[in-house]
C-alpha cells in the first residue's frame, strides 16, 4: 500500500473510456458514496472524510481523469477534458465498481464535474454535495472589475495551448504552492508530506491540468449556457458548502445555486476552501444528512 493512501482502502484501476484509465480507491460498505476531489489535489483530499464514511457506506475515490495517478489523455479536443466528459468517466467507474446509483460530492474542480454528472446522468446521480464553487456559467459571470484578480490562474489557464503550460512548468512548485497556501484558513490542515504529494502529481499533469481549466472557458460554458436556456435544472436532492465570497465578488451564492436546484440545502461555513481537510467533520456529517435525504 501506498503510504499515502487511505487506510483499509484497496486501490482499483478501471477503464472508463478508449485509452482512459481512473485509479480509484474504494473501502467500506452500504450505499455507495462517491467523492471527486478539486484543484490542486488529488483523491488524497479526501482521505479523512472517506476513513469516517467508510463505517457506513461504500466509498470511492477516484483521480480525476487529467489528475494523479489516473490517466492523462492529450487535448486533442475540447471535448477531452470538458465536464460532460469527465462526468461519463465518473458514471462509468461507478458503474463498473458495481454502483448503477449513487450519492456524489465534489469539491472544486470535482464538484464541477459532479454538477455535469448530475445534470447529464440524473438515473445515477440520486444526490449532490457541492464544495465551494459556483456552476461554471456563473462562475465567469461573476468576475469582474478588480476583484476578479482572485482568479487569475482562470483567465491564464484559459489561454491557447503554449504559454500558460510553459509558465506553469517554470515554477509549478511556486504556482501550485501558492494556492495551496492562499486558500487555506488552517495551514497545518494538509501536513508536509501531502504537500509534497499534491506538488509532485501537479507537476507531472501540468498540460491536462490547464486542459481541465481550458475547457472551462470554452466547451463547459457552452454545455452550461445550453442547460440554461433549455430551463435544465437538478432533479436531486442537493447541497452547497461555500465560503463567503459573494461579499467580495458581489454575488448571492445562495440564489445563484437556487436557480440550478430546487431543491436545495445551501450553508455558508468559516473554514476555508479546502474544508474536506480542514474541517472534516463538518463535511462528513452533510454528506450523511444528505444521504439520508
Not at 510553459?166 to 492562499?182: E, K, N, Q
Not at 442537493?238 to 445563484?256: C, I, M, N, T
Not at 437556487?258 to 452533510?286: N, Q
Amino acid at each position: 500500500m501506498h503510504p499515502l493512501s487511505i487506510p483499509g482502502f484497496d486501490v482499483h484501476r478501471v477503464r472508463v473510456d478508449d485509452g482512459v484509465t481512473l485509479e480509484a480507491e474504494v473501502g467500506g460498505s452500504g450505499p455507495p458514496v462517491l467523492l471527486l476531489h478539486g484543484f490542486p489535489q488529488t483523491r488524497l483530499m479526501w482521505r479523512h472524510v472517506a476513513a469516517d464514511l467508510a463505517a457506513d457506506h461504500t466509498v470511492i475515490c477516484p483521480d480525476l481523469r487529467g489528475y494523479g495517478a489516473s490517466d492523462k489523455p492529450a487535448e486533442t479536443g475540447p471535448e477531452i477534458y470538458a465536464k460532460r466528459t469527465m462526468a461519463r468517466d465518473v458514471v462509468r467507474l461507478a458503474t463498473e465498481l458495481g454502483h448503477e446509483r449513487f450519492t456524489l460530492a465534489g469539491h472544486d474542480r470535482g464538484a464541477l464535474v459532479a454538477f455535469r454528472a448530475a445534470l447529464d446522468h440524473p438515473e445515477a446521480v440520486a444526490r449532490v454535495l457541492l464544495l465551494d464553487v459556483l456552476a461554471t456559467l456563473d462562475m465567469w459571470d461573476a468576475m469582474h472589475g478588480v476583484s476578479a484578480a482572485v482568479g487569475f490562474h482562470l483567465y491564464l489557464m484559459a489561454q491557447a495551448p503554449g504559454l500558460p503550460e510553459t509558465m506553469i512548468r517554470s515554477s509549478a512548485d511556486a504556482f501550485f504552492g501558492y494556492f495551496l497556501d492562499v486558500w487555506a484558513n488552517d495551514p497545518d490542515a494538509v501536513p508536509n508530506a501531502v504537500r509534497r504529494h499534491y506538488l509532485d502529481s501537479s507537476a507531472r499533469a501540468v498540460s491536462s491540468i490547464v486542459a481541465d481549466y481550458r475547457a472551462s472557458a470554452q466547451i463547459d460554458v457552452a454545455h452550461d449556457s445550453a442547460d440554461r436556456e433549455a430551463g435544465n435544472r437538478l432533479a436531486m436532492p442537493v447541497s452547497v458548502l461555500q465560503q463567503d465570497w459573494g461579499a467580495a465578488l458581489g454575488y448571492h451564492a445562495e440564489g445563484l445555486w437556487r436557480a440550478w436546484a430546487p431543491d436545495l440545502r445551501h450553508r455558508t461555513v468559516s473554514c476555508g476552501h479546502f474544508m474536506a481537510e480542514e474541517d472534516p467533520a463538518l463535511v462528513t456529517a452533510e454528506i450523511r444528512a444528505l444521504a439520508s435525504r
